[in-house]
């Protein structure tokens, strides 16, 4: 692996982190602020889904995808028993965790 490719991770590690604080900020502000949250993290979850494997980092792209689908729960006609905005906001802190704990073990990947 390439210098420039490691400050590429390192700088993409950097900015998934800061995408995760954008995720738990408006995570909690479901209940209150639906309609600019809920577009936000959907967002947030594209962005990342379509990023992490290019960059090397394939769990990244399936916590994002697992993100994914627990937004388009309230998008999709079928799906017999919505979450309530505080059942979403839970399951997007689990995942937010999980993406915290990936990124850490990442970096220290990248910086080795």
Same mark, same amino acid.
């Given at each position: 692996m390439t210098d420039e490719f490691r400050e590429l991770q390192r700088e993409y590690l950097t900015d998934v982190r800061q995408k995760v604080k954008a995720i738990r900020q408006h995570g909690r502000a479901l209940g &209150?602020?639906?309609?600019?949250?809920? *577009?936000?993290l959907l967002f947030l979850a594209h962005q990342l889904k379509g990023s992490?494997?290019?960059?090397?980092?394939?769990?990244?792209?399936?916590?994002?995808q697992r993100m994914s689908r627990e937004?388009?729960?309230?998008?999709?006609?079928?799906? &017999?028993?919505? *979450?309530?905005?505080?059942?979403? &906001?839970?399951?997007?802190?689990?995942?937010?965790?999980?993406?915290?704990?990936?990124?850490?073990?990442?970096?220290?990947?990248?910086?080795?």
């Amino acid at each position: 692996m390439t210098d420039e490719f490691r400050e590429l991770q390192r700088e993409y590690l950097t900015d998934v982190r800061q995408k995760v604080k954008a995720i738990r900020q408006h995570g909690r502000a479901l209940g &209150a602020d639906f309609k600019e949250s809920f *577009p936000r993290l959907l967002f947030l979850a594209h962005q990342l889904k379509g990023s992490g494997g290019s960059f090397g980092f394939p769990r990244i792209t399936e916590l994002a995808q697992r993100m994914s689908r627990e937004l388009s729960q309230f998008l999709d006609d079928e799906v &017999a028993a919505r *979450p309530t905005p505080d059942d979403l &906001a839970s399951k997007l802190d689990g995942i937010s965790s999980e993406l915290e704990s990936e990124v850490a073990n990442a970096q220290l990947s990248v910086t080795a």
